[in-house]
């Protein structure tokens, strides 16, 4: 399927955009899927290098992530992601998925997976659709209570699982992003250690009903 990567620089990041360019460029030549498009996106004056778009086919969500953590600026640290792109909502990306955030007033009483799903790894990612929209909620089990969270790292914005459905660390004990290494508390998302320490995952509410864990309508 084709997934759009937008993804926006750092504010003053040209001199290392420039220097990691050449290895940017030696690393496109071995690694680019088929696809509709990859290349820069300017500023407004169409000169001055605003970050990097890719729309690539992919076999899944999973082999996209795995492609953009691999590339030489991502490595580098080049991108943050933004929610101020106009054409993001153009894009079925899974980085557009991670910085909309989907509203559970809209989506109360949606099941999204049940209780028995969560055995293996006390953790599932799921992903649910709205209309045109798709977004990734963590659904967590924690010493028999069960939380949920969006699935938006609040460092990058970008997932914290690479792959399926281990997000917590070695230990057990902490949800991991493992694009940098942040811990979140399993019980309500803070973040303890990290680039993003102090901050907080966005929580989603659900309830348990029966074996199904289902939305419902935010109380704030
Ligand atoms: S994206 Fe940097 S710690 Fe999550």
Redesign the pocket.
């Known amino acids: 399927m084709l997934i759009a990567i937008m993804c926006l620089d750092k504010p003053n990041h040209l001199d290392l955009r420039m220097a990691t360019r050449p290895a940017h460029l030696e690393w496109l030549k071995a690694n680019v899927p088929d696809g509709v498009y990859i290349g820069p996106l300017f500023d407004d004056d169409g000169e001055t290098f605003k970050g990097s778009l890719y729309i690539l086919d992919f076999e899944d969500i999973a082999a996209a992530r795995a492609w953009i953590a691999d590339e030489p600026y991502y490595k580098a640290d080049l991108f943050e992601v933004g929610d101020h792109a106009p054409q993001q909502k153009h894009f079925p990306s899974y980085l557009v998925r991670c910085f909309m955030l989907p509203d559970p007033d809209e989506l109360a009483g949606r099941v999204l997976c049940q209780v028995e799903d969560l055995a293996a790894t006390k953790a599932k990612d799921v992903i649910i659709k709205n209309g045109d929209e798709q977004y990734s909620i963590m659904v967590v089990q924690w010493k028999g209570d069960i939380h949920a969270f969006v699935n938006s790292?609040p460092?990058?914005r970008?997932p914290?699982n690479m792959l399926g459905d281990t997000f917590f660390d070695l230990t057990g004990n902490y949800l991991l992003?493992t694009?940098?290494?942040?811990h979140f508390r399993p019980t309500d998302g803070y973040c303890t250690r990290?680039?993003?320490r102090g901050k907080s995952l966005r929580p989603f509410p659900v309830e348990v009903n029966g074996n199904d864990i289902v939305v419902v309508p935010d109380a704030a």
């Open positions: 790292c460092h990058a970008v914290l992003c694009m940098h290494g942040a990290g680039p993003c």
